[in-house]
């Protein structure tokens, strides 16, 4: 049992987002897969020029010298993340996205050239195509009850990751995440709903019946702190610091292992799941804070490898020290020893090692001194190579949180509204659209704006002499006279809403890579144009210092 209770998750919003890597097994040596033995996955994560939630849609001129770069860096794997609704866009009938599993194939046919291997994270949630059949949360949530339609399309989707794994040698793997599924766990336990909604949402979960089959009323009361509960039908869904809180997290490590792992994994024996290593607070019935952790979950069913996430905020107070990379490793070797004896011993694989995180809304987390992230990162490959059988870098790159779909219009004009002349045409190779005077383009944004979040719009231009271009955006209006081609940005500040006008108003001009965004993650690796930055150099130190520990290990 974890004994740690400050599991402080670090990681923002949608950024969270998990993948798994596997060995290279394209030099004709044969297929490896993560968790073998005598096989270290050292994995980036790669997104091309854009960020998880549009990646599939974004143009890829530079994929060849990224492989590259990767490559001389001493990484084995790339790792991948693919959005279940992109993929697979219809449920009923099933149907799936093309290009886009055409674009899969490419990548992996690719890295194959360059020797590397390619480990996913499938069922990512996160995309913005309009294509997509029923909502993001409505598929999770059916998928999580159970619903008929939602499985079959779910295990006809995992169904073909294990068929690409058998047809291709550098395919090394796959895993789901229990992030993606956090959505439907938030939208039962928040705050707010009445109490007869609160009794529906208990029942139509499957929570009441989980109860049923595995607490007395008795015990179900203690945990309501409520004598006269006499039906389990009259359990309401907890709310997040309730005592029976504890209840809901056990119930849900239980869909998530039984209703979605355990029956996936019949489809593709091999696919592993990256768990949660956080602790949640509940509130016993003295009003103490206790600490719920998902350890039932941590050895993934019948994985043959477990999987967990590690940035430096894991068992620090997050109270916004800096901490030295001394502290830092002492921590880091806890947590891994705690989390692989959790997980019944199985190899552990780090799938996201964060050891930089400028996450908006987690600016109190722990950070490792500035000069000190060499020493841990030289440190921590005697950890990995000791402890674990791999690691990502989640920060290869740097990336602007885009909420735009297509924004270098690889595909198109898809996800985009035109009015007036708009056409794509390619210049020096890329795509990009050509708006003549009184032409627009303008795409409905399926995100909420963050509340009191500055937000940003970048774009490149090259005007037919000159232009006036005209944003409008929720309720910010401004117009911009462009004489030259170049990179230009607008300030947006606070937005309530984000759907996005762009209006060529005098002359005409072409648009390319549109960023509609809020923040730019930085992993002080490589910034957004992969120009080396600090810890560029450290990162390839610390890759030759755990092939020197195997090829030692391996004597």
């Known amino acids: 049992m974890i004994k ?25 040596n044969g297929k490896e897969n993560v968790g073998e033995e005598n096989y270290f996955v050292k994995a980036a994560w790669y997104f091309g020029r854009e960020w998880p939630l549009n990646f599939w849609n974004s143009e890829w001129e530079h994929l ?37 599993w055409e674009r899969l194939r490419y990548i992996i046919e690719r890295c194959d050239e360059f020797e590397l291997n390619v480990v996913l994270r499938i069922g990512y949630y996160w995309d913005f195509d309009a294509d997509d059949q029923y909502p993001l949360l409505q598929r999770y949530e059916g998928l999580l009850r159970g619903e008929e339609k939602f499985m079959t399309a779910w295990l006809d989707y995992v169904g073909k990751f294990q068929s690409l794994n058998t047809e291709y040698s550098n395919l090394s793997g796959s895993l789901i995440c229990w992030e993606d599924f956090w959505a439907v766990y938030h939208e039962y336990s928040s705050a707010g709903k009445e109490q007869e909604e609160r009794k529906r949402l208990a029942q ?37 610091g309730d005592y029976a809180m504890e209840l809901f997290n056990r119930f849900f490590d239980d869909i998530l292992i039984h209703k979605i792992l355990l029956p ?7 696919l592993g799941m990256e768990v949660r290593t956080d602790a949640d607070v509940v509130y016993g019935a003295d009003g103490e804070a206790e600490w ?66 400028n996450t908006p809304g987690f600016e109190n987390n722990a950070q490792v001194r500035e000069d000190e992230l060499d020493d841990f990162l030289m440190e921590s490959a005697d950890i990995l190579v000791e402890e674990t059988c791999g690691y990502a870098l989640w920060t290869y790159r740097d990336y602007k949180m885009n909420d735009l779909y297509n924004s270098q219009f690889e595909l198109d004009l898809k996800g985009w509204r035109t009015a007036g002349d708009c056409r794509i045409e390619e210049v020096d190779g890329n795509k990009k659209v050509k708006i003549e005077k009184g032409g627009s383009i303008s795409q409905e944004n399926i995100m909420y704006p963050l ?63 549109i960023n509609l965004y809020y923040a730019v ?35």
């Not at 989980?210 to 006499?230: A, C, G, I, R």
């Not at 967990?308 to 800096?322: A, D, L, T």
């Not at 921590?331 to 995180?357: N, R, S, W």
């Open 292 to 357: 719920y952790f998902h350890t039932e979950t941590y050895p993934a069913g019948n994985a043959p490898y477990a999987t967990s996430i590690y940035g430096i905020p894991m068992g620090f107070e997050n109270n916004g020290e800096k901490v030295s990379a001394e502290e830092a490793i002492e921590k880091f070797d806890y947590m891994i020893e705690t989390i692989q004896e959790a997980a019944d011993g199985k190899p552990l694989f780090i799938d996201q090692f964060i050891f930089v995180d």
């Open 204 to 240: 139509e979960s499957g929570f009441t019946q989980y109860l049923k089959d595995t607490f007395s009323l008795d015990e179900v009361s203690q945990y309501y702190q409520e004598e006269d509960l006499t039906r389990y039908e009259d359990a309401v869904m907890p709310q997040d």
């Open 521 to 555: 993650q930085n992993g002080q690796v490589y910034d957004e144009d992969m120009g080396a930055l600090e810890l560029a150099a450290e990162v390839r130190a610390m890759n030759q210092k755990i092939d020197t520990l195997l090829a030692e290990r391996n004597k």
């Open 64 to 100: 060849d010298e990224d492989l590259q770069t990767i490559k001389e860096d001493g990484f084995n794997t790339v790792m991948l993340a693919v959005p279940w609704g992109e993929f697979q866009t219809g449920i009923e009938p099933i149907q799936y996205n093309e290009k886009a």
């Open 4 to 28: 740690n209770n400050n599991f402080k998750k670090f990681i923002g919003i949608i950024l969270i987002i998990t993948v798994l890597i596997a060995p290279v097994s394209c030099s004709g």
């Open 264 to 270: 996936s994994q019949e489809v593709y024996p091999k």
């Open 451 to 513: 509340q009191e979040t500055e937000y940003k719009l970048s774009f490149s231009v090259i005007p037919d002499e000159s232009a006036t271009v005209k944003i409008e955006i929720g309720e910010h209006e401004e117009e911009i006279e462009i004489t030259e081609a170049g990179d230009y940005e607008v300030e947006l500040g606070a937005l309530k809403e984000k759907d996005l006008k762009i209006t060529i108003e005098e002359g005409s001009a072409y648009l390319d890579n």
